[in-house]
């Protein structure tokens, strides 16, 4: 999960749970406000109803004024008897707040009501001289407070309002951090000239981390300078000598034998600056489109044609990566050296090494497989450290030890990765994860390209 979805998702929580104990404090003040409101508004029709009762003395004046609270849809006063059918006030926040306020207001001696004799509503019973009366109300005539679809519209904007506000505050926390990576990746990539972050930002915290990284880009930089400027020194300033010495040795040593071993060790020496100064200067190369097989095919041409060495390449036609190609065919032509060198099966002494490409998820995975002795297990994992020679390679002193780990670097250069198993029924395998081109251009051509088990 990405930082912007997990501070998206925590300062959602955040912002939910604030406006989720906001909506409980609002909720609960208006129903506080609806019970206080709906039982001052049942006590001044209690205290009315009882005057009026009360001044009413006769029988006929008291029907005339039941008869005219009667017309009202929603309250009635009605005589009570002992035989009613009473149903006590049912179970509820809102309603036993109610029953408590009214209790407190018109007495403990107070009866309260949901139903009497199947009628429903809100009655409260009171008593004028020796007479008990009934004053029952529609619940529909009592204030109810903010209803439940007015309470759904206003927690639907309030989610939304959430969503909107955690969205821009995760954006706005993240802007920089995104800058920051991809300042970064410019600066993996060398590309030191496009890196600069924004030095005239207000957020203190965001100036001083662009200002440092700034700074460190620029010492990088320096530093890079420095370095091409020493290789193309010590390059120059090494290999003038060798050249000078060579021609010396061609024309002035009469030994044929001597001159040819003297000559081999010069262009070893000549190999060894190369690959020295190959893990010393920085990989950048320029990725495009390569046609996978003919490049394979291009750099096994040599080595097929050895009179000790075979190589199978069963690799899809038309199966295009996204790699630097002169990169790419130095490391198949180092590993193919490799195989060739330390790879020999041990009966025979002759190097079969088979070449094998796959795709999975996205990815083209390219097997180069030796047939030799394999690697100690021991070693398996450090064949790619640069100067590392397992003990097979210590019988031959000639390589330097740097092939393998710069074939590493150029392959992760590129975005992929290089490792290193050893086979089941024997020998080496050099397995390479490479970017697959998602072009038109690609496509499995016919069945008989996919690799032979």
């Known amino acids: 999960m990405g930082l912007f979805w997990y501070t998206f998702g925590l300062l959602t929580l955040l912002l939910a749970i604030s406006a989720g104990a906001s909506y409980w404090v609002l909720r609960v003040g208006d129903e506080e406000l609806r019970v206080q409101e709906n039982a001052r508004q049942i ?166 981390v662009n ?41 002035s040593v009469p030994d044929e034998t001597a001159r040819d071993n003297m000559a081999a060790d010069i262009d070893q020496v000549g190999a060894t600056l190369n690959k020295f100064l190959d893990y010393a200067r920085p990989v950048r190369g320029e990725l495009s489109v390569v046609d996978l097989r003919r490049l394979i095919l291009r750099c096994a041409l040599p080595f097929a044609r050895l009179e000790d060495m075979s190589v199978q390449v069963d690799v899809p036609k038309r199966l295009h990566v996204l790699v630097d190609e002169v990169e790419l065919a130095r490391v198949i032509a180092n590993l193919l050296e490799n195989a060739h060198r ?21 990815w083209v995975r390219l097997r180069v497989r030796d047939h030799g002795e394999g690697v100690p297990a021991a070693d398996i994992d450090q064949l790619t450290r640069p100067f590392f020679r397992s003990d097979t390679a210590r019988q031959n002193v000639t390589g330097t030890g740097l092939g393998l780990a710069i074939s590493a670097r150029m392959i992760e250069a590129m975005g992929g990765k290089l490792r290193f198993v050893n086979a089941v029924s024997g020998g080496l395998q050099a397995l390479i994860r490479l970017q697959l081109a998602d072009g038109p251009g690609w496509a499995w051509e016919d069945d008989s390209a996919h690799p032979r088990r």
């Open 43 to 208: 006590t001044a029709m209690m205290t009315l109803a009882r005057a009026s009762l009360a001044h009413n003395t006769s029988p006929s004046q008291r029907a005339a004024f039941i008869d005219a609270l009667s017309s009202q849809e929603w309250m009635r006063l009605i005589p009570r008897h002992a035989n009613d059918r009473v149903q006590p006030l049912d179970s509820g926040t809102r309603k036993q707040r109610l029953f408590v306020v009214l209790r407190q207001r018109l007495g403990a001696h107070t009866d309260i009501a949901r139903s009497v004799n199947s009628q429903p509503g809100l009655w409260v019973s009171f008593a004028v001289d020796n007479d008990l009366w009934w004053l029952w109300q529609d619940r529909a005539g009592l204030g109810q407070g903010i209803n439940g679809g007015t309470w759904l519209i206003w927690l639907a904007l309030l989610a939304a309002g959430v969503l909107i506000g955690a969205a821009l505050l995760a954006r706005l926390i993240n802007r920089p951090l995104d800058a920051l990576a991809a300042a970064a990746q410019q600066v993996s990539q060398g590309d030191y000239d496009n890196s600069r972050l924004d030095e005239t930002i207000r957020q203190a915290e965001v100036y001083t």
């Open 211 to 251: 200002a440092r990284f700034n700074r460190m880009a620029e010492q990088i930089a320096r530093v890079e300078r420095e370095r091409a400027q020493m290789l193309a020194g010590i390059s120059h300033d090494l290999r003038t000598p060798l050249a000078r010495l060579r021609l010396d040795i061609e024309m």
């Open 342 to 362: 330390y790879g020999q099966t041990p009966d025979t002494g002759f190097t079969r090494v088979r070449i094998a490409a796959t795709v999975r998820e996205g």
